[in-house]
C-alpha cells in the first residue's frame, strides 16, 4: 500500500511538471507566431506565475532524491533548483528586467530541458523506459543546459545596472556584525560561482549518463 501511494504521488508530480512545462512552451510558441517579437517583452507576465509556481514544486526534488523515490544524483539537481529559483526572485523583484528578451529565452531553454526530462521520468515510473527517451534526456540534454547557464549569466549581467541604481536594494545586518551589502556586489560574485557550479554539474551530468547507458547496454545483452 506504501509503495502504490509512493508511485501515484511521484507520477502525479512528474505528470503536473510535463503539463506545466507543456502549457508554457505552448503559450510562448502561440503567442510568437502571433505577435512576432513583439510577443518577446510580456513573456514573464504571460507565463510567469505557472513557471514560477512549477520551479518553486521542483524544490520537493531534493527530497525526492534523498527518500529514495526518484534515484539521480543530488547535486546537478541542488545546483539547478537553487539557481533557477534566484535567478526568478530577482526577475520577480525588478520589472524592467521582466519585459527583456533574454527572460524569453530563459524560460524556452528551461521548458525544453524539462520536457526533455519529464517524459522520461514518466516513463520510467510506469517501468516503461524507452532508449529513446533515455538517450535524448542525458544527450541533448547537457548541451541545451550549458546554453541555459549561459543565458542565466546574461541576465545576471543585464539585471546589474538595475540594483546599481536602486538603494532600496542595499542591505544592512547587524548581527552577528554589523556590514552592509550591496546586492550588485553580490551579483557579481553569483556570476563565477554560477559558472563553477554549471561546470561540476556538467560532469556529474557525463557521469550519470554513462551510468544509465551502460545500465541498459547491459539489459540489451542479457536478452
Not at 4 to 15: G, H, K, M, Q, W
Not at 103 to 128: A, I, K, S
Request: aromatic fraction near 12%; glycine fraction near 4%.
Amino acid at each position: 500500500m506504501r509503495l502504490s501511494i509512493r508511485l501515484a504521488y511521484i507520477f502525479t508530480y512528474n505528470l503536473f511538471q510535463f503539463c506545466g512545462h507543456t502549457w508554457i512552451l505552448a503559450n510562448m510558441m502561440a503567442r510568437f507566431l502571433t505577435f512576432g517579437r513583439d510577443a518577446l517583452a510580456d513573456t514573464f507576465y504571460s507565463v510567469g506565475v505557472v513557471m514560477s509556481l512549477c520551479q518553486l514544486l521542483s524544490i520537493l526534488e531534493l527530497f525526492h532524491i534523498a527518500d529514495g523515490i526518484e534515484k539521480a544524483r543530488p547535486l546537478p539537481r541542488l545546483v539547478q533548483v537553487i539557481e533557477r529559483n534566484l535567478l526568478l526572485v530577482m526577475v520577480i523583484m525588478l520589472e524592467d528586467v521582466q519585459s527583456k528578451p533574454v527572460v524569453c529565452v530563459q524560460f524556452f531553454l528551461w521548458n525544453v530541458l524539462d520536457l526533455l526530462r519529464y517524459p522520461h521520468e514518466l516513463l520510467c515510473v510506469m517501468d516503461t523506459p524507452s532508449f529513446d527517451m533515455l538517450w535524448t534526456r542525458y544527450t541533448l540534454w547537457i548541451p541545451i543546459y550549458i546554453l541555459s547557464v549561459v543565458t542565466e549569466g546574461v541576465t545576471l549581467y543585464q539585471a546589474l545596472p538595475y540594483f546599481d541604481s536602486m538603494g532600496s536594494y542595499s542591505i544592512q545586518l547587524t548581527v552577528p556584525v554589523s556590514a552592509h551589502i550591496h546586492l550588485p556586489i553580490v551579483l557579481l560574485v553569483l556570476l563565477p560561482a554560477l559558472a563553477a557550479g554549471a561546470s561540476l554539474t556538467v560532469w556529474q551530468l557525463l557521469k550519470e549518463r554513462k551510468q544509465h547507458l551502460e545500465k541498459w547496454n547491459k539489459k540489451l545483452k542479457r536478452k
